[in-house]
């Protein structure tokens, strides 16, 4: 388990360039709520805009989870689990009125970008009409 990064993967990194590549900037691995003990991966303070880049075996991907074979129901209960958290910050985030944005690792990164981009400077133009 010591392996297994939480922050810097690959599909993240990719994202984070490409979303600073569009002139946005960031927190990484940051808490989007003081009280809240779970980080996103990047969090976009003034506009209250979250994102989770989320494993697909980790966090359960419809599309690509594959049960592990070996001590099944520890792994199977730590991915529930894991599902189960995901589902409770978005409602928590949510009710503190931040926008979530999840993707999976296997998403093309260049429209993950895209849309963290639109979702982000859309709450910078609402903010800004005030």
Same mark, same amino acid.
């Given at each position: 388990m010591q392996a297994i990064r939480s922050r810097d993967t690959k599909p993240e990194q990719l994202i984070r360039r490409l979303v600073h590549a569009q002139g946005l900037r &960031?927190? =990484? %691995? %940051?808490?989007? $709520?003081p009280d809240l003990r779970r980080t996103a991966d990047l969090v976009f303070r003034p506009v209250k805009v979250a994102v989770f880049i989320? +494993?697909? &075996?980790?966090? +359960?991907?419809p599309e690509? &989870? =594959?049960?592990p074979r070996t001590n099944s129901g520890y792994w199977s209960d730590k991915v529930a689990r894991n599902m189960a958290r995901d589902r409770d910050t978005d409602a928590r @985030?949510?009710? %503190? +009125?931040? $926008? =979530? $944005?999840?993707?999976?690792e296997h998403e093309p990164s260049d429209l993950c970008a895209?849309?963290?981009?639109?979702? =982000? @400077? %859309?709450?910078?133009?609402? $903010?800004n009409e005030f």
């Open positions: &960031y927190r =990484v %691995a %940051a808490k989007p $709520l989320d +494993g697909c &075996y980790w966090h +359960g991907c690509h &989870y =594959v049960p @985030l949510s009710e %503190a +009125g931040w $926008l =979530v $944005l999840r993707f999976w895209d849309k963290i981009a639109v979702a =982000v @400077l %859309a709450r910078r133009a609402r $903010l």
